[in-house]
């Protein structure tokens, strides 16, 4: 499976973006799929998961309440709507598929890693 981040972008604190993610080639609905992004000199976590039929949703707590993960399966896409930005989201945002039907928190449970889309957030 190949991914594609897209609709990252500079936005000013409080604001919003979605952040959307293509699949393609040998994809499946029967996995789980998450978001997860590395600020610079950091290391890459966790910000969101999906389960493989949606009915399940993870957050760090960190973004809890100011972002919604959503995944629509006719068109192959998982989405990350982001509200109430702050400059603490800045980062480059990833997104992977969980070898998993369910969504974990661990970097090492994904695969097929998209290219990343920035996110920056002024202050």
């Known amino acids: 499976v190949q991914l594609q981040a897209s609709g990252g972008g500079l936005v000013q604190a409080g604001g919003c973006l979605r952040l959307?993610?293509?699949?393609?080639?040998?994809?499946?609905?029967?996995?789980?799929m998450g978001w997860f992004r590395q600020a610079p000199g950091k290391e890459r976590v966790f910000v969101a998961g999906i389960s493989w039929n949606g009915r399940y949703t993870t957050y760090a707590d960190s973004v809890k309440g100011r972002f919604t993960i959503s995944r629509d399966y006719a068109a192959n896409t998982m989405y990350l709507q982001m509200n109430s930005l702050q400059p603490e989201d800045t980062a480059v945002y990833y997104c992977a598929v969980s070898r998993q039907a369910v969504a974990g928190t661990g970097a090492d449970q994904y695969s097929g890693w998209g290219q990343g889309t920035l996110v920056t957030v002024s202050s």
């Open positions: 959307s993610c293509a699949a393609s080639g040998r994809t499946s609905s029967n996995n789980g």
